[in-house]
């Protein structure tokens, strides 16, 4: 039976769609927008493919980073899908940016929880919101301290000593690498899982080694997935084929490793009698969580469930290695490219040389044009999606007035109920906040204080590990410059400037983030007196 079959179904249907339409346009239908057939946000924009006027896409902010919000001429725009998905705001203002995420906690703004991870593990410190997401900050907050990250200096040294030595680099003139990804992610992953998480990995380990695959594989093959583990039934996965039975595979050998070892850390807790409060205020980021777990019923608010400590220790871990890796291979690209930028970042690394050349752990703090870099390569290529800084939604509570610049000077109520999404894309984008936003330009963050870089988010909910981020990218930069110059392979007649627009790009959209697809990179070991 077709709908012509059955006229009155259809105009159920119709009318049930029309009353949503005219729903949303009463919300949102006095901001200028778009109206697509789909919503950029939803599942079936994930699917189907691009369309501007139909289908959006998922990654519509980066597809049309250079004409988006009219050619950026208006700080709030409103997308009402006319047939699936849900209407949002969508802004490209840094100050609007700090009108909304400043004030998230004094006006009761949610994280809309089909924007976050929440489907996959459940409630954690980034997608909670509420009361619930304070007790999760509470917990997790204090493990990133200054203790952590001395230990990630100290890591990253050791790591990127084993790297050099077990690729044959250290040996080496010349070195071309085909691809730098794989290097940066495997070395941010071990990072991570050292520092956070008390796995005694190195290089050439291969901790958790099922019969299919290591941790290492598995995470790695668990990040390129998550985009079809979110929007796919489970049993899919599960069907006889071998692509389908390998994604299964990484994910299944991801939790049980996680699993295990969180059990077995705390029974080792539970031996030990490791619950004092002081080892535990100061404890890795694991240990803390499988000490609230298991506290003793004193003060409930301080405590998190099985499935809690689970999903906070997948978040962070997917979050955490991913978005640092992809932000340093970006850095380093620009710098390949941008020689004049290389040598700026390059003396103010030989400046921290002591006795017999050798660089001491690099802080954040003492190299401020090197932090630069980082940010600047950040906000050009490397945003995160999922409970990150692509899509930074809100949903508000009340009546919520913005202050806008564009078209003109005034004021635009959002609605309550209504979300809006900060495109960071676009906003540091924006040549009326951001000049010339298409050049790579390090020193436009330099003097910025650290709450005013807000590619991590800003206020209260930013970021929870944006400093153990730039600690371990300043780290691996800081070691990479020291030893080795920068170059690319250009292609014949191939011009720097045609080089970066065919190379730093975005990649196949796969993971948590939108990551350069692989960059190839020339290093040649530097003479130091």
């Known amino acids: 039976m077709t709908l012509a079959d059955n006229p009155t179904g ?42 501007r006027s139909l289908n959006p896409g998922i990654t519509w902010q980066w597809d049309e980073r250079r004409t988006a919000y009219f050619n950026h001429s ?5 997308i009402i899908p006319i047939l699936l998905g849900k209407p949002y705001f969508f802004t490209c203002s840094v100050d609007v940016l700090r009108q909304v995420l400043g004030n998230d906690i004094k006006n009761h703004l949610t994280k809309p929880l089909d924007l976050t991870l929440d489907s996959l593990w459940g409630a954690s410190v980034a997608s909670a ?37 077990q690729e044959g680099w250290s040996e080496q003139q010349r070195v071309t690498i085909p691809s730098l990804n794989k290097y940066m992610i495997k070395l941010s992953l071990l990072t991570l899982a050292r520092c956070a998480f008390g796995m005694s990995v190195s ?21 390129e997935t998550i985009i079809a583990k979110l929007l796919l039934p489970t049993w899919v996965l599960k069907l006889p084929f071998k692509p389908l039975r390998k994604v299964d595979s990484a994910w299944n050998a991801l939790e049980d490793f996680v699993k295990s070892h969180t059990r077995r850390i705390g029974q080792e807790m539970n031996e030990q009698g490791n619950n004092d409060q002081f080892e535990v205020r100061n404890a890795d980021l694991l240990h803390r969580l499988i000490a609230c777990s298991e506290g003793d ?8 469930s099985e499935k809690e400590v689970l999903a906070n220790i997948f978040t962070i871990l997917f979050a955490g290695h991913e978005t640092t890796a ?3 291979i970006a850095t380093l690209g620009y710098l390949a490219i941008h020689q004049d930028e290389q040598e700026k970042a390059y003396v103010e690394v030989k400046n921290r040389f002591g006795p017999n050349d050798q660089l001491g752990l690099p802080d954040t703090g003492e190299m401020p044009y090197l932090l630069a870099c980082f940010h600047e390569a950040i906000v050009r290529v490397t945003n995160r999606f999922l409970a990150s800084t692509l899509m930074l939604a809100r949903t508000l509570s009340k009546d919520f007035p913005v202050k806008v610049e564009r078209p003109s000077p005034g004021v635009v109520v959002l609605p309550k109920g209504s979300r809006i999404v900060i495109d960071t894309v676009n906003t540091f984008r924006n040549p009326y906040i951001f000049k010339d936003p298409e050049q790579y330009k390090p020193s436009r963050w330099l003097g910025i204080p650290e709450t005013e870089v807000t590619m991590f988010g800003t206020g209260p909910r930013a970021c929870i590990g944006r400093k153990l981020a730039a600690t371990e990218a300043i780290s691996v930069l800081a070691f990479f410059l020291r030893d080795w110059a920068l ?16 190379v730093m790009v975005i990649g196949p959209y796969g993971g948590t983030i939108s990551p350069i697809a692989q960059l190839p990179l020339k290093i040649t070991k530097r003479v130091r007196a």
């Not at 170059?487 to 065919?502: C, K, M, N, V």
């Open 129 to 165: 919101s509420g009361e619930i997401w304070r007790r999760h900050r509470r917990i997790v907050g204090p493990a990133f301290n200054a203790n952590t990250y001395e230990l990630v200096r100290e890591t990253v040294a050791y790591l990127y000593q084993e790297m050099i030595e």
């Open 10 to 51: 259809t105009l159920i249907l119709l009318g049930f769609v029309s009353a949503l339409s005219l729903h949303a346009y009463s919300t949102f239908g006095h901001v200028r927008g778009y109206r697509p057939l789909i919503s950029p946000t939803s599942t079936f924009s994930a699917l189907l493919p691009r369309i």
């Open 297 to 304: 019923g004193r003060d409930g608010k301080y405590q998190l």
């Open 203 to 223: 290089w050439t380990s291969s901790t958790g080694k099922t019969e299919e695959m290591n941790l290492i594989e598995a995470i790695t093959l668990s990040s």
């Open 74 to 78: 208006h700080d709030v725009i409103s």
């Open 487 to 502: 170059d690319i392979d250009l292609a014949p007649g191939e011009t720097r400037s045609q080089y970066e627009e065919r």
């Open 326 to 328: 992809n932000g340093i």
